[in-house]
């Protein structure tokens, strides 16, 4: 396990702790869509609350333009979720970078940190103000620790101490149990557009995993592979040669990817559109795959009922339409009902998990995104060894006060 400054090494009381969050939620209009992200840091803030001390709050949200203020991308939303969570007045602090009075505040939430030049470009000047306005720096956003961005990497140079966050600290424990010691049989769902995005998973899976099911615009791609018709769906042509290769290692490695023996399709890209569910031997060259047929979600349910740990990033297919999002909620239920110790990460994989009403159900759902996949890539992540470097540095000094 990772060598991190923890929240208890520290003595808290008096001091002003600023905490790095994930807040990047789905707002429509003024309304959270799904508070997910927000009830996972709840343990976090009331920690750190009742030590003692005083909590300025920094997220980002989307993707405003840097440096402009943008209604659409504002936290308010937030800040009004938390202080109902916490009982407790969270405002909404605009002009932040050069200090904020908490005289008379517990908690804050500063405006989004996107809002702010040199936030995504991992600024010095803006990461050194951020530095000063507390006494301890702490990550506890985990979705983000793949981005070396002023609020993720460069502030944790220039706090006193840098420290990483209780949900940020499970969710690499949890992470790191299940890949490098999984109960099996190992089942791994990985849905996405393309191929491209999820090359190296894939690649990383295939290593581990004694089922991958691949699913959305990615299984299109394999499709075309086996050889099949898929009229105007999703696929990337540049990468069918992959795809075949990936299926071949699959089988050297005793790892099966099962393909779909019927689809859902439509003839155009949208939620109107009539669906027709057809044994993927009869793909005609303008149908568009949209989704897996029902003959496919059972036997996936099958593949999945005799899992042991379960991996899942990733819809079936366009769960969105309600006509096309049988399979990822065929497959959602399938997960639930299972016995096997089941994750789940992802944008899409959290909004289905939360249209399907079986949050409470999968084992554990990490708040990340290109995080979460990064990590089961095997890739390092920037912020973490930020931490780590400020961890070292930390217990070196704390060696020589006791010389």
Not at 9 to 33: A, F, H
Not at 36 to 47: D, E, G, N, V
Not at 363 to 376: D, H, P, Q, R
Request: aromatic residues 6%; hydrophobic residues 45%.
């Amino acid at each position: 396990m990772t060598i991190l400054i923890k929240l208890a090494d520290l003595e808290l009381s008096g001091k002003t702790v600023l905490i790095r969050e994930d807040y990047n939620v789905p707002i429509s209009g003024s309304e959270i869509s799904s508070d997910i992200r927000i009830r996972a840091t709840l343990p976090t803030l009331t920690q750190v609350l009742e030590a003692g001390a005083k909590i300025i709050l920094v997220s980002h949200l989307g993707r405003p333009i840097a440096g402009e203020y943008d209604e659409t991308f504002s936290l308010a939303p937030v800040a009004k979720s938390l202080s109902d969570f916490l009982k407790i007045n969270v405002p909404l602090i605009r002009n932040w970078t050069n200090g904020i009075d908490m005289a008379d505040h517990q908690i804050v939430l500063c405006e989004n940190v996107r809002f702010e030049k040199g936030e995504i470009k991992n600024n010095d000047v803006l990461a050194r103000k951020m530095g000063r306005l507390c006494q301890v720096y702490v990550n506890d956003a985990f979705a983000t620790a793949h981005r070396a961005q002023a609020s993720t990497y460069g502030v944790a140079k220039y706090a006193a101490v840098s420290a990483a966050g209780p949900l940020l600290i499970n969710e690499l424990k949890v992470l790191t149990k299940t890949l490098r010691n999984p109960k099996t049989p190992l089942v791994a769902i990985v849905g996405g557009a393309k191929v491209s995005s999820k090359l190296i998973l894939l690649e990383t899976l295939l290593e581990k995993v004694d089922q991958l099911i691949v699913g959305g615009g990615i299984v299109n791609t394999f499709l075309k592979a086996a050889g099949y018709e898929v009229g105007k769906s999703l696929y990337e042509a540049e990468l069918v040669e992959t795809a075949s290769m990936l299926m071949k290692q699959a089988k050297t490695n005793g790892c099966q990817i099962p393909l779909p023996i019927d689809v859902i399709c439509g003839k155009a890209f949208n939620k109107n559109t009539i669906a027709v569910t057809k044994h993927i031997s009869n793909i005609e060259t303008d149908d568009i795959i949209m989704d897996i047929g029902p003959e496919t979600s059972k036997q996936l349910s099958e593949l999945i009922a005799k899992a042991n740990t379960i991996v899942w990033n990733g819809p079936l297919g366009v769960f969105e339409f309600n006509n096309f999002s049988q399979g990822t909620e065929n497959l959602a239920n399938s997960i639930a009902e299972s016995n096997a110790y089941s994750i789940a990460g992802g944008g899409d994989t959290i909004a289905a998990i939360s249209k399907f009403n079986v949050e409470d159900k999968i084992s554990y759902i990490s708040t990340g995104g290109g995080a979460f996949l990064e990590f089961l890539e095997g890739k390092k992540l920037p912020a973490i060894e930020i931490l780590e470097e400020a961890a070292r540095a930390w217990r070196a000094m704390e060696r020589a006060r006791e010389l």
